[in-house]
């Protein structure tokens, strides 16, 4: 019954092949959309890991104000100073390596070209915690780290916008109103969560207070970074840390930390929280589409029952039971509205190949929401196509008959 009811069901597709195209158009772009959506938003997901990876090994950093986010979060909330560097140093079990940073947006000129750039007054082990590495040049030394001497490490963009095809190794860049030294050239790491990575220049600290502003207070350590050893838990250490600077702050039991501290899996975490929250909202967005075409499969199988009624008719008078009747009908529609998941589908992998290198994400073919995307659009076709096929099979065989 089953086989012929689906016989009977591509006679008819076949015959209106476009008001069909028509009435799948909606599940079309409904699954289209939502494949789409799930897809790119885990190959977002994904790539954001990957570049938080990207920021360090076994880094933990230490902000101030409450939470990780924009630098306005931290407005009015003191900054640390190179004492507390010292402590966490010389008083926390399980750092391998520590360094302050104290950045300033400035303005940077190379003969004609200038731009506004994040500079980074830091120490050497600045380099290796956030496993930076050199695509030309060197890293300043401890030597010049220690006398503040004014030199700098710059990142691939601002190669790029100031330098251009010169070689910026050994050439003087203008940061604010002092002179540096291009001494190396940063490896590229590209976007992550916070922006370009690479837009950068990394001065040592001593010089950033001495040239760049001086030091107008003793609390001018914008960020710790620190890289626990191998083997540490970094939640007891980032316990023992919060313990520390809230001892050193002066902070009562009734007071909330007025500092922040987190591991590269913390932002990573809530990064990809927001991306897939986003992604569920899209995705939800786009399903709309499919109800949209589940109605437009019911529109038009009512239409079908209505020019089909003197055939109905003469099924039921020469012994067809209601039952298959009903049947025939929901064949039907699950037909339809299942080669709308298929077309959609593929449709999906078309313009999840081309947008994924445009976006720089991964894209893999995910046989699960594939799968469940297919049988949402059947489970459409039925919902939607059970009212006009239980129309159908309540035909009285008289009546139908009569119909014109």
């Given at each position: 019954m089953l086989a012929n009811a689906f016989l009977i069901a591509l006679r008819e597709i076949r015959r209106n092949l476009g008001r069909a195209f028509l009435t799948v158009l909606g599940v079309i772009i409904g699954v289209t959309a939502v494949v789409t959506m799930v897809t790119l938003g885990q190959g977002t997901t994904m790539a954001v890991k990957?570049?938080?990876?990207?920021?360090?090994?076994?880094?933990?950093?230490?902000?101030?104000?409450?939470?990780?986010?924009?630098?306005?979060?931290?407005?009015g909330v003191p900054n640390f100073?190179?004492?507390?560097?010292?402590?966490?140093?010389?008083?926390?079990?399980?750092?391998?390596?520590?360094a302050p940073l104290r950045s300033n947006m400035l303005s940077?000129?190379?003969?004609?070209?200038?731009?506004?750039?994040?500079?980074?007054?830091?120490?050497?082990?600045?380099?290796?915690?956030?496993?930076?590495?050199?695509?030309?040049?060197?890293?300043?030394?401890?030597?010049?780290a220690s006398r503040g001497a004014a030199v700098a490490?710059?990142?691939?963009?601002?190669?790029?916008?100031?330098?251009?095809?010169?070689?910026?190794?050994?050439?003087?860049?203008?940061?604010?109103?002092?002179?540096?030294?291009?001494?190396?050239?940063?490896?590229?790491?590209?976007?992550?969560?916070?922006?370009?990575?690479?837009?950068?220049?990394?001065?040592?600290?001593?010089a950033m207070q001495r040239r760049l502003g001086g030091r107008s207070s003793?609390?001018?350590?914008?960020?710790?970074?620190?890289?626990?050893?191998?083997?540490v838990d970094s939640n007891l250490l980032i316990s023992e840390i919060t313990a520390l600077m809230r001892q050193r702050r002066n902070l009562q039991s009734n007071q909330d930390d007025n500092f922040s501290v987190f591991d590269t899996r913390q932002i990573a975490e809530t990064l990809s929280s927001s991306t897939r929250m986003m992604t569920t909202l899209l995705t939800a967005v786009a399903a709309v589409s499919l109800l949209v075409g589940g109605i437009g499969i019911m529109?038009?199988?009512?239409?079908?029952?209505?020019?089909?009624t003197r055939e109905i008719g003469i099924r039921l008078a020469i012994g067809a039971t209601a039952r298959e009747v009903l049947w025939q009908f929901l064949v039907e529609a699950l037909t339809l509205s299942s080669a709308g998941g298929v077309i959609g589908i593929l449709l999906a992998f078309a313009l999840c190949s081309v947008l994924a290198p445009m976006i720089e994400v991964s894209f893999a073919f995910n046989l699960q929401i594939n799968l469940i995307a297919f049988i949402f659009s059947a489970a459409v076709g039925i919902v939607f196509g059970f009212a006009p096929a239980r129309r159908a099979a309540r035909l009285d065989p008289i009546d139908a008959l009569r119909h014109e």
């Open positions: 990957s570049k938080i990876e990207n920021l360090g090994s076994n880094l933990v950093m230490l902000r101030p104000g409450a939470g990780f986010g924009p630098r306005a979060a931290a407005a100073t190179e004492s507390d560097v010292i402590a966490i140093a010389e008083q926390i079990p399980g750092v391998a390596a520590i940077t000129i190379y003969l004609q070209q200038a731009r506004n750039t994040t500079v980074t007054g830091t120490t050497i082990d600045y380099f290796a915690i956030n496993k930076w590495s050199l695509a030309d040049g060197r890293f300043f030394s401890e030597d010049e490490v710059i990142g691939n963009t601002v190669r790029d916008e100031l330098f251009g095809p010169d070689d910026p190794i050994g050439r003087k860049l203008r940061i604010g109103s002092a002179s540096f030294q291009v001494v190396g050239v940063l490896a590229s790491k590209g976007q992550a969560g916070m922006g370009d990575q690479d837009d950068t220049i990394v001065v040592p600290l001593t003793a609390r001018d350590i914008s960020q710790i970074s620190i890289s626990a050893a191998d083997g529109n038009i199988m009512l239409v079908s029952v209505t020019e089909r």
